[in-house]
């Protein structure tokens, strides 16, 4: 097999491949009555914190009409509520429910369970070891 090694060749290669990734990984894992949308949210709310409607259609690059629909539904489920901005008063942060952060992990967990399985099967054991060093090229291209 001949590699190009050209900068541009490998970043097109590497879009593509990480796209169709994302993508099997997102459907492994997937709610049936979660949006992409809402799952991005719950997921912003678990990793940063609570936060105003106004700072998460911000943060997710949406209408705060958009987000604001998208907390509703979600705390019809249970998933978020309001409280009180304690700097602000007059505003409400959103805070994620503990209904939501178990949902959340067994998305994560379908997806990696997933992932395991694919490696285990398709790769074989110096495949893997060239995955393994990949992965450190990665982490490293994404400044982590």
């Known amino acids: 097999m001949i590699v190009d090694t050209e900068p541009a060749a ?6 593509a491949a990480l ?3 994302k993508r099997r990984l997102r459907a492994q894992g997937a ?18 914190g609570p936060a105003t409607v106004t700072t998460l259609a911000q943060a997710e690059a949406m209408r705060p009409q958009s987000m604001g629909a998208h907390v509703a539904s979600l705390e019809a489920r249970g998933f978020v509520r309001r409280e009180a901005d304690p700097q602000d008063r007059r505003q409400f942060r959103i805070v994620i429910e503990q209904a939501a952060r178990d ?16 490696i285990a099967e398709t790769l074989s ?10 992965v450190v ?3 490293r291209l994404a400044g982590i």
């Open 137 to 139: 090229l990665l982490e």
């Open 125 to 134: 054991e110096s495949e893997r070891s060239d995955l393994a060093r990949a």
């Open 19 to 21: 796209g169709a990734l």
């Open 103 to 118: 949902e959340l992990a067994r998305q994560r967990t379908a997806r990696e369970d997933w992932l395991v399985q694919r």
């Open 10 to 15: 490998i970043a097109s290669g590497l879009r």
């Open 31 to 48: 709610s049936d009555d979660l949006s992409s949308a809402q799952i991005a949210l719950l997921s912003r709310l678990d990793r940063d």
